[in-house]
């Protein structure tokens, strides 16, 4: 007899017939991030600060491009990189990357949970099992809690009493050892002295011949 299949089993069966059209933020507390400079978890950002917002494709490279020329005008006193999602380990490489160009950033970093709404539509060939043929698309829509990452990264002092307050790296850039400098040799070819030293051993049968002489 065959086992009853679950409801997770059966929701996933009917997800296979669909697909995601678009995934939306819903706005949480004081308005949706990066709305101005009052809203998201940082209310007192210095006038002029940059928000970025990291999304799961946005590319690092054209991130970190715009983010270094941003801070280095003399106006730019703070930028904000945010993320949620799958796209929070992208908003801390960012990060990262940033603090080793630039010395002497303060950071804060900021955790929360948001709201985002999925939306999803059948697919046209496949009906559902609830769908007749020639039915319109049924659209669903799905909201999810996933966690929301915020980092601000400030050329002027912050608070150190703050949660999450971390102080300027004292060495930014990575460490490098100075190389030692070797030379190539081929396969088989002494190395240097290796060759002087047994060409000034004589040869066994050398000697033999000295002593018959």
Same mark, same amino acid.
């Given at each position: 007899?065959?086992?009853?299949?679950?409801?997770? #089993?059966?929701?996933?069966?009917?997800?296979?017939?669909?697909?995601? $059209?678009?995934?939306? %933020?819903?706005?949480?507390?004081?308005?949706?991030?990066?709305?101005?400079?009052?809203?998201?978890?940082?209310?007192?950002?210095?006038?002029?600060?940059?928000?970025? =917002?990291?999304? %799961?494709?946005?590319?690092?490279?054209?991130?970190?491009?715009?983010?270094?020329?941003?801070?280095?005008?003399?106006?730019?006193?703070?930028?904000?990189?945010?993320?949620?999602?799958?796209?929070?380990?992208?908003?801390?490489?960012?990060?990262?990357?940033?603090? =080793?160009?630039?010395?002497?950033?303060?950071?804060?970093?900021?955790?929360? @949970?948001?709201?985002?709404?999925?939306?999803?539509? *059948?697919?046209?060939?496949?009906?559902?099992? &609830?769908?007749?043929?020639? &039915?319109?698309?049924? #659209?669903?829509? $799905?909201?999810?809690?996933?966690? *929301?990452?915020?980092?601000?990264?400030?050329? &002027?002092?912050?608070?150190?009493?703050?949660?999450? @307050? !971390?102080?300027?790296?004292?060495?930014?850039?990575?460490? #490098?050892?100075?190389?030692?400098?070797?030379?190539?040799?081929?396969?088989?070819?002494?190395?240097?002295?290796?060759?002087?030293?047994?060409?000034? !051993?004589?040869?066994?049968?050398?000697? %033999?011949?000295?002593?018959?002489?």
């Amino acid at each position: 007899m065959a086992k009853p299949a679950s409801p997770r #089993s059966r929701q996933r069966r009917r997800m296979e017939n669909f697909r995601k $059209v678009r995934s939306e %933020e819903a706005p949480v507390g004081d308005g949706a991030e990066g709305g101005g400079l009052s809203s998201g978890p940082f209310a007192d950002l210095a006038p002029g600060a940059v928000h970025m =917002r990291v999304k %799961e494709g946005s590319k690092i490279r054209n991130l970190l491009a715009f983010a270094t020329a941003s801070m280095a005008q003399p106006a730019t006193r703070a930028i904000v990189f945010s993320g949620c999602g799958r796209a929070t380990t992208k908003t801390v490489t960012c990060a990262e990357i940033l603090k =080793r160009r630039l010395a002497g950033l303060h950071q804060v970093t900021r955790l929360r @949970y948001r709201s985002v709404r999925e939306v999803w539509q *059948s697919l046209p060939p496949g009906p559902t099992p &609830d769908q007749k043929p020639g &039915d319109p698309a049924t #659209s669903l829509s $799905v909201l999810k809690n996933v966690p *929301s990452l915020a980092i601000l990264l400030s050329k &002027d002092a912050l608070d150190p009493r703050q949660p999450g @307050y !971390q102080p300027p790296n004292p060495h930014p850039g990575p460490s #490098s050892q100075p190389s030692v400098p070797t030379t190539k040799r081929s396969l088989g070819e002494p190395a240097a002295g290796e060759g002087s030293a047994k060409r000034s !051993q004589p040869e066994p049968g050398a000697a %033999e011949e000295d002593r018959t002489a």
